[in-house]
């Protein structure tokens, strides 16, 4: 039938899993692309949260089938644990999760290196990862010495592969880092508890997620991160180590781009990022404080406090352009009910120029041209009809979409999955 895109269109952390959860209720599969265990998706259902990292959130859904798709890195480990907790929780994980053949399997050495070059970075190289060895193991897909899970089906096809894999890398983990060299039998060992709870779980699903399209089924396709952090489009070099945006879907999911209907761009009402790299809008000092405590901005998985800025016009008509968005989804617009005045900037200048794009280098040093918004003074928390809002709040609402070009059908005014007005769809 078709597919639907959900895409982060800041640094990450835009509240996806509450849209991707407030879609699912009809979607028959939903599709993770890209990444690994360093995002975070929150998902409150009646009052009670719940932290996704590889499993698709639509695994909430008693029919909802997930598949973990060929674009996405694999901690075996943290799959299983991640697994058994959800299936403590009440979610039949293990009998309606897919994994693809062709998913990138993160090896034990892969987290060492990740945290040895991150620690030893010198200042102001520093990426900001999560040191769990996920560029890392991007590389090796990309150095074509890498280990996916269809691998680990044939006995014999992972034993020949993973000595090939292990020779090697004991090269780099000796020669380049002074490292202790790893050896086979203990990688071996590692992965054969996630072979025997894994195995019925992976097939080509390629193949799998166009047979189901033929058949009419709805497809919801899940990123972790946003554009901000594309390894092509977002703040090179401070970005993750695959595509967030539009292109990795369709290359980390294999399904045909002619399936593609709706792509739902996620944005705060304001700005955030984790981790290191230029932010032009970006609050400091108390301000920041404010907004950080006001929105609990601190990221699901590593709990570290997010940097906090005002909205950014030209970042999202950037990801609105690079990614074909449909529409935008605001999320967090009750945290701004706060405020007396709402900045927003509206455009950018660079050596004196105005630009109308953000610039693939030199964005830590744009002038940022800002509009200043009333603020509406009151509590808008769990609203669900666009007309009982305040006028002041329509009226920024409606001046962000002037301005990025797209409508804004979806608004989020609070955590619950209740607490969502849908308008003009």
Known sequence: MSADLVVGAQWGDEGKAKVIDYLSKDIDIIVRYQGGANAGHTVVVDGKKYVFHLIPSGVIYPNTICVIGNGVVLDPDFFLKECVSLQNEGFDVFNKTYISDGCHIILPFHQT????????????????????????????????????????????????????????????????????????????????????????????????????????????????????????????????????????????????????????????????????????????????????????????????????????????????????????????????????????GVGYELNGKKIDFLPTSGLENVKVIYEELPGWNTNISGISNFNNLPGKCKDYIEFLEKRIGVPINIISTGPDRTHTIIRNI
């Open 113 to 344: 290196i990740d945290s040895l070059l991150e620690s030893n970075s010198m200042p102001g190289e520093k990426i900001g990862t999560t040191k769990r060895g996920i560029g890392i193991c991007y590389a090796d897909k990309m150095m074509r010495t890498g280990l996916r899970a269809g691998d680990l089906l044939d006995d014999t096809i992972l034993k020949n592969k993973l000595k090939m894999i292990v020779q090697k890398k004991n090269l780099t983990l000796t020669k380049l880092y002074g490292l202790q060299p790893v050896t086979y039998e203990d990688i071996y060992e590692k992965l054969k508890s996630f072979i025997e709870r894994a195995r019925k779980m992976i097939i080509n699903t390629p193949y799998y997620l166009n047979e189901e399209l033929k058949k009419g089924k709805r497809i919801l396709l899940e990123g972790a991160q946003g554009t901000g952090l594309d390894v092509d489009f977002g703040t090179y070099p401070f970005v993750t180590s695959s595509n967030s945006t539009t292109g990795g879907a369709i290359t980390g999911s294999g399904i045909s781009f002619h399936y593609l209907k709706h792509v739902y761009g996620i944005s705060k009402a304001y700005t955030t990022r984790v981790g290191e790299g230029p932010f032009p809008t970006e609050l400091f000092d108390d301000d920041a404080e404010k907004m950080r405590e006001l929105g609990h901005e601190f990221g699901a998985t590593t709990g570290r406090p997010r940097r906090c800025g005002w909205f950014d016009v030209e970042m999202i008509k950037h990801s609105v352009r690079v990614n074909g968005m449909t529409s935008l989804v605001l999320t967090k617009i009750d945290i701004l009910s706060n405020y007396d005045k709402i900045p927003v």
